[in-house]
Nanobody, 116 residues
């Protein structure tokens, strides 16, 4: 069973930066896309950023220009560089990997807290 493990979360002041990482416990074949989601208390989960196998990226409007998603294909790792953090970015961030057959793998999440 493949596990995705996130790291890099923590407490940061507004305006600060964090870099999240998500690594797979073993190689995953035929990846279609990887992405980062977040869920704040009392809110629905939302896609923060995604990256396809071909390198195409997409971002939630709320993070465009501040967050950057990247991946290391060789070790199935995806990163999320978060700059100019705001209190409204506070949430549990978790990663997703989707195969070309539509199978999803999910991590357990890493907490990001931004103080004002």
């Amino acid at each position: 069973q493949v596990q995705l493990v996130e790291s890099g979360g923590g407490l940061v002041q507004a305006g600060g930066s964090l870099r999240l990482s998500c690594a797979a416990s073993r190689s995953i074949s035929n990846i279609a896309s990887m992405g980062w989601y977040r869920q704040a208390p009392g809110k629905q989960s939302e896609l923060v950023a995604g990256i396809t196998a071909g390198g195409r990226t997409n971002y939630a409007d709320s993070v465009k220009g501040r967050f950057t998603i990247s991946r290391h294909n060789a070790n199935n790792t995806v990163y999320l560089q978060m700059n100019s953090l705001k209190p409204e970015d506070t949430a549990l961030y978790y990663c997703n990997t989707r195969t070309i057959w539509g199978h999803d793998y999910w991590g357990q999440g890493t907490q990001v807290t931004v103080s004002s």
